[in-house]
């Protein structure tokens, strides 16, 4: 999304530098905190320095001490900061921070027998006790019987994510539970665990309780993680909760289409990382300088259907209404809130391509003219398309406006404009997001602050400290840790998760660090922007980037800087769970990473595959299928592979094969024997049509191999490698010649084989990437 192109250095953090509103001498002058003993109800705050008062706000952990002070003792001894403001008692203006940590014993005195199980993110308590609980076949998910109708919805996930992932079609029922069974309720006791909050006992049976359906579904995701690892789980207690209410993650779909499945997907595997905040950005446009730099040819979408006018909507992919009601309702059964955004008044040329009188002359048609009414009765009406009426598309209560990257020099405008968005969508009872612009946007003209939430992502554009004294709370989205903007050569392709997991929570935006604790800091989300139009990234490259980044936020923004485990044993320990039980995202052949191989040899019926219009046939070895064209195939047992993978097979195509003639094909990717127009071997997905320069010889035998990483794919004929798609580029008709990675990667597809004229034998798959010598053997 966003313009400011520089390549990202190591961020480094120092003590004191620039921490948010302190002033050393009156803050040191704070006396400390009284030691905490077991059984105090609540803390006693310290005496105000001459001239101040000391305001409790808030602490990092809130299920222990609240906003008033009263403590509910936790399972073990914890350390908790506190959060005040010292406010001068001559003008309220004149504020400090001020953190102190406190000790608050616990109901047992160690961490108990058995050690604490590994689920990300951590546990924030646990006490352990002595064996092991064993989900069995025969085990049910038992539903306290007042909790049944707010429950079923989260019992009939469960029981479908169990089948997934261990086989065992277990029974719901409502009463008690036996020995073996889990047990879901909102009956916990302790309401201080809050809405998110919950229990977890692992005794005879597992008891998940809690007091809000979100906190009790989250409880079934450290339930899954455990079982994901080992089909047995540790008796103990735990008493988890997040730290932060916002964690996060932003998808720009408006410069690259995401599928419908693709969103869905992701609802439940961020859910499974208790990642419950999913802002997904509907439009935007690519630069114009690498579209001949005329506006007209330049990239833009706006990915929603709109009936106000109808030419908005994309035609190269879109979400119809009832598309995204649905995914919102997803959602909601997954404990996550769907954030939608429409951004204006820049980033704005899709809104200027179909209303040409609303696009800026002085700054560009990716800029509203903001001196025209009609631009606002325009935004007014596309908003309003979403967000009125009883049952309305936006369901959720927040929505985000966007509004960042415009224009300096029209800065009044650009606030008036703000303040009137803020203002029209909250006039539908919408609570209202935006970017944080108003550092950049300095002006006299006043932009509503009352309710209104920031996601500060570069403080050049809106200085975190200065929008805590405007009174916003943040959402922590900093460029220079966060942002993933793929093959672009600027921001991160790859988060740096050791430098995240080691130095970054969302206390700090960009090298601004407030004090642990701050109410005013919501939480954080990082992001993917898909900058470079056209550059062959794809969904499965996406994910790529975002899961290792998925894995370490998610124990940034639950438990902030507890980090029990240093980042090596986290990384090794995190290979272990992966993305949920009903997905596959990254197209693993296996459920562990152990070495895998398939092999197919063909030589007679009955290898799990299931042919239709093949026929089996003299082969290179023995026997192998042969196919009379695009409605003749044999269905595998997999549906694609990811990366690293080889993949092996022997082809004699018939003479006369048509144009696009398929050797392999899944939903995400087809491997043709003749790519369009070309006659060469290649490969398509999601739009890009990729040839290796290749074309195979007809009527004889030849020897494929195609390996596959997150970098590129290769060929090798006949044992020798014969095309590397690894260094192409785009050059660009700026006037740099400015050139950009194109991604040619492959999620090698193995749904259906066939659908060309001609033999196939010998297919084998291997979970990793050959080498050379070995690949040559293999002929």
């Known amino acids: ?58 602490s990092n952990r809130a299920p222990i001490v609240n906003p008033a002070g009263d403590i509910t003792t936790p399972l073990v001894a914890t350390k908790v900061n506190l959060y005040f403001e010292l406010i001068s008692q001559v003008s309220d203006s004149i504020k400090y921070d001020v953190s102190k940590e406190i000790v ?34 025969s085990s049910r998910i038992v539903l306290n019987a007042a909790d049944d109708k707010q429950l079923r919805n989260a019992a009939n996930i469960l029981k479908q994510e169990l089948k997934d992932q261990l086989g065992f079609n277990v029974s719901i029922v409502k009463g008690k539970a036996k020995k073996g069974d889990i047990l879901l309720t909102l009956n916990a006791k302790d309401k201080s665990i809050g809405e998110e909050g919950y229990y977890f006992n692992t005794d005879e049976y597992v008891t998940i309780s809690a007091v809000k359906y979100q906190g009790l579904f989250w409880g079934t995701r450290t339930l899954l993680q455990l079982l994901e690892q080992k089909n047995s789980i540790p008796k103990g207690l735990a008493r988890d909760y997040p730290e932060f209410e916002v964690r996060g993650f932003v998808l720009d779909v408006g410069r690259k289409f995401f599928s419908l499945q693709f969103l869905r997907d992701y609802v439940k595997f961020m859910s499974y990382y208790k990642l419950n905040d999913f802002q997904i950005h509907l439009n935007d446009n690519g630069f114009k300088k690498y579209f001949n730099d005329n506006w007209s040819e330049t990239y833009s979408a706006f990915r929603l259907e709109n009936t106000t006018y109808p030419g908005l909507t994309a035609k190269d992919g879109s979400y119809s209404k009832k598309e995204f009601i649905a995914l919102q309702q997803l959602a909601d059964d997954y404990g996550v809130r769907i954030i939608p955004e429409i951004d204006a008044p820049a980033h704005a040329l899709a809104f200027t391509k179909v209303v040409p009188e609303i696009g800026s002359k002085a700054y560009g048609m990716d800029h509203l003219d903001l001196h025209n009414p009609l631009t606002y009765t325009f935004m007014e009406n596309v908003f309003k398309e979403y967000i009125s009426g009883s049952k309305p ?31 029209y969508v909250e006039g539908f009872g919408k609570d209202v997001r935006l970017w944080g612009a108003l550092t950049h946007a300095k002006g006299t003209t006043p932009v509503k602050v009352e309710n209104v939430v920031m996601n500060t992502w570069y403080n050049g554009y809106a200085d975190p400290v200065a929008m805590k004294k405007l009174g916003y709370k943040q959402i922590s989205t900093p460029d220079g840790w966060l942002y993933i903007v793929p093959a672009a050569g600027y921001y991160y392709d790859y988060l740096d998760i050791k430098n995240l997991y080691n130095k970054w929570t969302p206390s700090m935006i960009g090298d601004v660090r407030f004090p642990t604790g701050d109410p005013t800091i919501l939480g954080g989300s990082f992001a993917v922007w898909n900058d470079i139009v056209g550059n062959g990234i794809t969904e499965k490259d996406v994910h790529d980037r975002v899961f290792p980044a998925m894995q370490v936020l998610s124990q940034k923004m639950w438990g902030g800087s507890d980090t029990p485990l240093k980042f090596d044993d986290f990384n090794v320990w995190s290979k272990k769970i992966g993305e949920g039980p009903s997905l596959n995202i990254s197209g693993k052949l296996s459920k562990k990473d152990a070495p895998f191989t398939a092999h197919f040899s063909f030589d007679q019926k009955g290898e799990k595959i299931k042919t239709i219009g093949a026929v089996y046939t003299p082969g290179y070895l023995k026997n192998a299928l042969s196919f009379s064209g695009e409605n003749s195939y044999a269905k595998l047992p997999y549906t694609e592979i990811g990366y690293n993978y080889t993949v092996s097979f022997w082809v004699n195509p018939a003479d006369h094969n048509a144009d696009d003639a398929v050797l392999f094909k899944a939903p995400n990717a087809v491997v043709k024997l003749k790519q369009t127009g070309t006659g060469k071997l290649g490969f398509s997905r999601e739009g890009y049509n990729i040839d290796f320069g290749y074309s195979l010889p007809e009527n004889s035998w030849t020897h494929v191999v195609i390996t596959g990483t997150n970098s590129g794919t290769s060929l090798y004929i006949n044992g020798k490698l014969e095309k590397k798609l690894y260094d192409n580029w785009i050059v660009f008709t700026d006037k740099d010649n400015t050139k950009m990675r194109k991604s040619e990667t492959l999620f090698f597809p193995l749904q259906t084989v066939g659908g060309f004229k001609g033999k196939l034998d010998e297919l084998q798959i291997w979970n990793k990437v050959l080498p050379d010598e070995e690949i040559s053997a293999l002929k």
């Open 393 to 423: 598309v936006f369901m959720g209560k927040a929505v985000h406006i966007g509004t960042d990257e415009y224009a300096k020099k029209d800065a009044e405008v650009f606030r008036a404009f703000t303040d009137n968005m803020i203002k």
């Open 104 to 137: 608050v014993p616990g109901k047992f005195p160690n961490v108990g027998v058995n050690p604490q199980p590994f689920v990300i993110p951590t546990l924030r308590e646990w006490h352990g006790s002595n064996g092991i609980f064993s989900l069995t076949a």
């Open 1 to 58: 999304m966003k313009n400011i192109l520089f390549t990202v250095g190591l961020i480094i953090i120092t003590q004191g530098l620039l921490y948010g509103q302190t002033d050393s001498a009156v803050v040191q002058s704070v006396p400390d905190i009284k030691e905490i003993k077991a059984g105090d109800k609540r803390v006693i705050f310290p005496e105000s320095p001459k001239g101040y008062s000391l305001v409790f706000k808030a």
